[in-house]
């Protein structure tokens, strides 16, 4: 059933982005620069979580070192190297200049002094999820580099702009802003039918059943492949000749309730007390939240941090966020959202 396992895969890059040309010329127009041998901007790319930010900012970089030899890039999850260290040593090691740095006892500023003396060739460098940076001062030190193309991705600007000194504001606001909106249903249709295309044996899944977990995903990419993959899988392992409408159903709800656990497992430690609050005392205030979670940890963060983890989290549906800003609470959601793929 399955002909190419890879293409089901979350972080499978196609050959054909669909449905995002607008956001690939822009994007590319931006770091067309760097070709020429020239400092590029930097391009802040937003949009919700499944829209195709990680994917067409991979799309464009890898397309720029098949048309030039003397291009280097590098990705970086900040949600995953959230500190300062880790994120600088991740571009040092893909860059090939970690062989004598120690993790635990290496000076920050050294790292920021080898990425400053760094001659190689011009690199871009993607930092996804940026805006889970601890110390967002770091963009500072890289956004002056003309050796360097940024591309920095985030949910939304301003959660970014909040949490930097006004000096670094005025210039991300300069920089290059390509934003992208969620899927419409027929746009998830056709990058799910290319994906069961280049996937999948014939036959397998019917136009209607794709457009079903295209409705089901509700603007999300990710969602949606994630449910294409986890029924496919389920269908191959019974020894089914194709995907059955209560495989469908049932791999909605697992896809969803992966994506969940994923997102849990990627909270930092700071990120996964405030969870734990919620969890337990929950529905409660951001106040009322910042104050039991002081209570817990021994170096807490401010009031403005964890208001940006309970955003970022009610993004993730982790968290459910309900009245004003002036009286909102936050609730977990037990449950993956139910399925509409009936």
Same mark, same amino acid.
């Given at each position: 059933?399955?002909?190419?396992?890879?293409?089901?895969?979350?972080?499978?890059?196609?050959?054909?982005?669909?449905?995002?040309?607008?956001?690939?010329?822009?994007?590319?127009?931006?770091?067309?620069?760097?070709?020429?041998?020239?400092?590029?901007?930097?391009?802040?790319?937003?949009?919700?979580?499944?829209?195709?930010?990680?994917?067409?900012?991979?799309?464009?970089?890898?397309?720029?070192?098949?048309?030039?030899?003397?291009?280097?890039?590098?990705? @970086?999850?900040?949600?995953?190297?959230?500190?300062?260290?880790?994120?600088?040593?991740?571009?040092?090691?893909?860059?090939?200049?970690?062989?004598?740095?120690?993790?635990?006892?290496?000076?920050?500023?050294?790292?920021?002094?080898?990425?400053?003396?760094?001659?190689?060739?011009?690199?871009?460098?993607?930092?996804?999820?940026?805006?889970?940076?601890?110390?967002?001062?770091?963009?500072?030190?890289?956004?002056?580099?003309?050796?360097?193309?940024?591309?920095?991705?985030?949910?939304?600007?301003?959660?970014?702009?909040?949490?930097?000194?006004?000096?670094?504001?005025?210039?991300?606001?300069?920089?290059?802003?390509?934003?992208?909106?969620?899927?419409?249903?027929?746009?998830?249709?056709?990058?799910?039918?290319?994906?069961?295309?280049?996937?999948?044996?014939?036959?397998?899944?019917?136009?209607?059943?794709?457009?079903?977990?295209?409705?089901?995903?509700?603007?999300?990419?990710?969602?949606?492949?994630?449910?294409?993959?986890?029924?496919?899988?389920?269908?191959?392992?019974?020894?089914?000749?194709?995907?059955?409408?209560?495989?469908?159903?049932?791999?909605?709800?697992?896809?969803?309730?992966?994506?969940?656990?994923?997102?849990?497992?990627?909270?930092?430690?700071?990120?996964?007390?405030?969870?734990?609050? @919620?969890?337990?005392?929950?529905?409660?205030?951001?106040?009322?939240?910042?104050?039991?979670?002081?209570?817990?940890?021994?170096?807490?963060?401010?009031?403005?941090?964890?208001?940006?983890?309970?955003?970022?989290?009610?993004?993730?549906?982790?968290?459910?966020?309900?009245?004003?800003?002036?009286?909102?609470?936050?609730?977990?959601?037990?449950?993956?959202?139910?399925?509409?793929?009936?």
């Amino acid at each position: 059933m399955i002909r190419d396992a890879r293409v089901l895969r979350a972080g499978f890059i196609p050959k054909e982005i669909e449905h995002r040309d607008a956001e690939l010329n822009h994007l590319s127009s931006v770091l067309e620069p760097i070709t020429n041998g020239e400092p590029a901007d930097t391009a802040i790319v937003t949009g919700p979580s499944g829209a195709g930010k990680t994917c067409i900012s991979k799309f464009v970089t890898e397309r720029l070192r098949e048309e030039v030899l003397d291009i280097e890039t590098t990705y @970086v999850n900040c949600w995953r190297n959230y500190t300062r260290f880790r994120t600088l040593y991740q571009i040092l090691d893909d860059l090939g200049q970690t062989i004598d740095i120690h993790r635990q006892s290496t000076p920050h500023d050294e790292l920021v002094d080898r990425i400053q003396q760094y001659d190689g060739p011009r690199t871009v460098i993607i930092l996804d999820e940026v805006d889970q940076l601890e110390d967002p001062g770091i963009l500072y030190d890289l956004h002056s580099l003309e050796q360097f193309a940024l591309v920095c991705i985030a949910n939304k600007e301003e959660e970014l702009f909040s949490r930097v000194d006004d000096r670094l504001v005025s210039r991300l606001r300069s920089s290059e802003h390509v934003r992208m909106d969620k899927y419409h249903d027929e746009q998830l249709y056709d990058i799910l039918s290319a994906r069961a295309k280049w996937g999948l044996d014939e036959d397998v899944i019917t136009d209607d059943q794709l457009y079903r977990i295209a409705d089901a995903a509700a603007g999300d990419a990710r969602l949606a492949i994630g449910i294409l993959r986890t029924a496919a899988g389920k269908a191959d392992r019974e020894n089914h000749e194709r995907i059955t409408d209560g495989i469908l159903l049932d791999s909605a709800e697992d896809a969803r309730a992966q994506i969940k656990q994923k997102s849990i497992d990627s909270l930092t430690p700071h990120q996964r007390v405030v969870y734990d609050i @919620v969890r337990e005392y929950g529905p409660l205030g951001p106040s009322e939240i910042h104050d039991h979670y002081t209570d817990e940890v021994d170096d807490p963060r401010t009031k403005r941090t964890v208001r940006s983890y309970l955003s970022k989290m009610a993004q993730y549906n982790l968290l459910e966020a309900e009245g004003t800003s002036r009286d909102r609470e936050y609730a977990i959601i037990e449950s993956p959202r139910a399925a509409t793929t009936t």
